[in-house]
């Protein structure tokens, strides 16, 4: 995962979100990065984490499964993920 940083042990800190939306909107027409396929939740969108649980592959991340709450059939669902890292600096004084 090149763009997460690891602290001074060589681990990730923060949190890998899988979101099951159907309002989700696609911003990559937008984006920096199109290739990133990223989406925006429109407001006041609800969400129900259905798992929470440590990364199997990286030390430090978690991988948390979420789903919009008002969902009116699961083939609408489309997959998001989400990255959100911790943002203090992991140099040691």
Request: hydrophobic letters at 35%; charged letters at 25%; glycine letters at 4%.
């Amino acid at each position: 995962m090149n763009f997460l940083k690891k602290d001074h042990m060589g681990h990730y800190n923060g949190a890998l979100y899988w979101i099951k939306s159907f309002s989700a909107r696609s911003i990559e027409k937008f984006s920096v990065y199109p290739s990133e396929a990223e989406s925006i939740l429109l407001p006041t969108t609800q969400l129900k984490v259905i798992r929470k649980q440590p990364s199997s592959s990286h030390i430090g991340l978690y991988e948390i499964d979420m789903e919009e709450i008002h969902a009116v059939s699961a083939s609408k669902y489309n997959t998001l993920k989400f990255i959100c890292s911790d943002t203090k600096d992991s140099k040691t004084n």
